[in-house]
Nanobody, 120 residues
Framework: QVDVVESGGGLVQAGGSLRLSCAAS????????MGWFRQAPGKERAFVAA????????NYADSVKGRFTISRDNAKNTVYLQMNSLKPEDTAVYYC?????????????WGQGTQVTVSS
């Protein structure tokens, strides 16, 4: 089990960039697959990106491919989401999550979220 806390959200103009961070506690962080999700007002939570425990595998939602990059630093127990070329439709609460393996469907641990607002 890990606890995760997101940071780095804020207000940015369309075309701008933000980097979200997810700090995790727990000595087993490096063994977890980590993911980012987002939930826009009135919509269901949606997958954004995931990274395997050593970073060798990544996966992205089609809507963010080529614009967002997920990475991790296991020495710092931190996962990042670099978001470039932001669009107003990227506005959402962004959540970090952890699961025990890449093949597992469900994520076990969730953060409280960080708000990202992109103005047009």
């Amino acid at each position: 089990q890990v606890d995760v806390v997101e940071s780095g959200g804020g207000l940015v103009q369309a075309g701008g960039s933000l980097r979200l961070s997810c700090a995790a506690s727990g000595r087993t962080f490096s063994s977890y697959t980590m993911g980012w999700f987002r939930q826009a007002p009135g919509k269901e939570r949606a997958f954004v990106a995931a990274i395997s425990w050593r970073g060798g595998k990544t996966n992205y939602a089609d809507s963010v491919k080529g614009r967002f990059t997920i990475s991790r630093d296991n020495a710092k127990n931190t996962v990042y989401l670099q978001m470039n070329s932001l669009k107003p439709e990227d506005t959402a609460v962004y959540y970090c999550a952890a699961k025990g393996s890449w093949r597992r469907d469900e994520y076990d641990c969730w953060g409280q979220g960080t708000q990202v607002t992109v103005s047009s």
